[in-house]
Nanobody
Framework: QVQLQESGPGLVKPSQTLSLTCTVS??????????WSWIRQSPGKGLEYMGS???????FYVPSFESRTSFSRDTSKNQFTLQLDSVTPADTAVYYC????????????????WGQGTQVTVSS
């Protein structure tokens, strides 16, 4: 009964920073053995795994996103956050948060729970 829900702005201007929050219920983001992840989907590139923050608080960033991506969490609220700097229209996508057992690699079938996704449009 784990549930994840994304929240944040639906429209961001180019060069600004996108911040999205994932609120988790039914499990703790500090529960041993799970990673809490961000994935996005766009028509041009399909599904893209961006990275994760593990139950320990350690972060992993996919190299193509690392320079402008930052993950954080608030354990008291059972939330974790994506910050994506210097956005362009190419960052327009549906953004998902998802849970994955830590021992699995980051392919789509490895994620056992997904949020519903939130549409983000980058436009002036």
């Amino acid at each position: 009964q784990v549930q994840l829900q994304e929240s944040g702005p639906g429209l961001v201007k180019p060069s600004q920073t996108l911040s999205l929050t994932c609120t988790v219920s039914g499990d703790s983001i500090t529960s041993n053995g799970y990673d809490w992840s961000w994935i996005r989907q766009s028509p041009g590139k399909g599904l893209e795994y961006m990275g994760s923050i593990a139950f320990s608080g350690r972060t992993f960033y996919v190299p193509s996103f690392e320079s402008r991506t930052s993950f954080s969490r608030d354990t008291s609220k059972n939330q974790f956050t994506l910050q994506l700097d210097s956005v362009t229209p190419a960052d327009t996508a549906v953004y998902y948060c998802a849970r994955k057992p830590s021992f699995l690699v980051h392919v789509r079938s490895d994620f056992d729970s997904w949020g519903q996704g939130t549409q983000v449009t980058v436009s002036s």
